[in-house]
C-alpha cells in the first residue's frame, strides 16, 4: 500500500494544489479529508489557471478516483457549479465520489457565517463566509445533515424541518435577518438530488480496500497547520484539523497506512484575515512581495497579508505532522532581494523562543530573531536542477532543511505545472 499526505505548513496557500496536481497524475485515488470550499487550490496547466474549491485538486487526471471524505462539509450545489464549470471546458468529472458521512452545507449556514462576522465587528474572525464554521458547529452539536440523508427523501424533509426551525428562530431573534422557507429550500434540494445520488459512497471503506489492493491513495487538506483547530492562532483558525491526525479522523484509515507526509512551504510567509503575524511586512517589502507572487486570495480576492519566512512555525508543521518531506513553493518570487531574512526564533519580554505560543497576547508581542542571507539577483524560472540555481538560493533552502530537520523534495520554481526541480522522487514506484 503507499498513502501519501499533502499537507500545508503555514497559514495555508502556500501551493499544495500543485503539488497535489503534480502527484496526483501518479495515483490511483485522490481523497479531501477535510474543510469545505472555503479553499482555494490554484493548478495551472498549459498556461490556464483553475482555481478549485470543493472538488480535490487531482480532478485533472481522470484515470484517479476523486473521493470527497467523511470530514468535508459540502456544499451540493458549490460542488456541481465546479463540476460544470470543469466539464464545460472539456474534462469529464464522472470520476468524482461522495462519502455518505460527509455532512451537508447548507443555505443557512452561509447566512448566518455572514451574519456572525458582521456582528462580530472588529472582534470578527475574517472567515470566507461560505459557512464552514456554522456547518461544523451543527456537526459537533449533533444537529447536522448528513449526504446520506439524501438517499431517503423522507428522511432528509424530516430532519430539514426540524433543524430549519431551530435555524429561523436563531436568525431572526438573535440577527434580525431573514427567515428561510422550508418548501423553498426543500425544491433547491429536491432539483440536484438524483444528481448526487450515485456519486454517494462509503468512503472510508473504499479507501481501505485501494490501500490494501496496493493502490497509490494520495490524501488532501485545505488551509494549514497555523490554521488548526487545535494548534493554530486559536480562535483565527479553520473549524477542522488540516493536519495528519485529520486524514485518520476525516478519512476514516488508520494511521499506519499513511507512508509519507509531505508539508507544503512558501518561501515566504502569507496569511488571509485576522490574527498575530509575527513577520509580516507592512512596507513597501511586503507590497512588493504580494505583487510579485500574485497574494490574493483564490477564494476571496482579498490580499494576502505577506512577510519574511517564518521557519518556527514551519518547524511546528513538521513536528505536529511527523513531514517526512518538505515542497517549497515560489522560490522565484525571492529572485531580486538584497537581503533575504529568516526568523528562527521570537523574543518575548526579553526571552527567546523557538516554539509558536498558545496565548495570543504573547504571540501579538513577540518580535522576529532573524538570522538574514544575502539574495540573488537572476531569473530561476527555467531551472530544473539545484546546482544550476544561484549559490545564494541553494545555501538558503538548504538552511531551511537544515533548521527544521526535513528533507525537501521539491522546490517549484513558477507556477507552471512542470515547473520544478525534483531533489526526491515524490511517488516510489
Known sequence: MAGYVVVGSQWGDEGKGKVVDLLGSHTDMVVRFQGGNNAGHTVVVNGEKTVLHLLPSGILNTESLCVIGPGVVVNPFVLFEEIDKLEAGGLKCDHVRVSDRAHLLMPYHVYLDELQEARAGKNKIGT?????????ADKYTRIGIRVCDLR?????????????EIKNEEIVKLYNGKPFD??????????????????????????????DADKVVLFEGAQANMLDINYGTYPYVTSSSPTIAGVCEGAGISPFKLDRCIGVVKAYSTRVGEGPFVTELLDETGKSLREKGGEYGATTGRPRRCGWLDLCVVKQACRINGLTDIALTKTDVLSGYEKLPVCVAYEIDGKTYDTVPASLKDYGRAKPVYKVFDGWTEDISS???????????????????????????????SPERDANIILRELITE
Open 128 to 136: 470566507t463566509k461560505n459557512g464552514i464554521g456554522p456547518c461544523y
Open 182 to 211: 422550508l418548501e423553498e429550500m426543500k425544491e433547491k434540494f429536491a432539483a440536484i438530488r438524483e444528481r448526487i445520488l450515485p456519486m454517494i459512497i462509503d468512503a472510508s471503506d473504499k479507501i481501505e480496500k485501494a490501500l
Open 383 to 413: 531551472v530544473r536542477r539545484f546546482e544550476d540555481l544561484p549559490e545564494n538560493c541553494q545555501k538558503y533552502i538548504r538552511f531551511i532543511e537544515e533548521y527544521t530537520k526535513t528533507p525537501l523534495c521539491l522546490v517549484s520554481v
Open 152 to 164: 431517503d427523501w423522507d428522511v432528509f424533509c424530516e430532519k430539514l424541518e426540524t433543524v430549519l
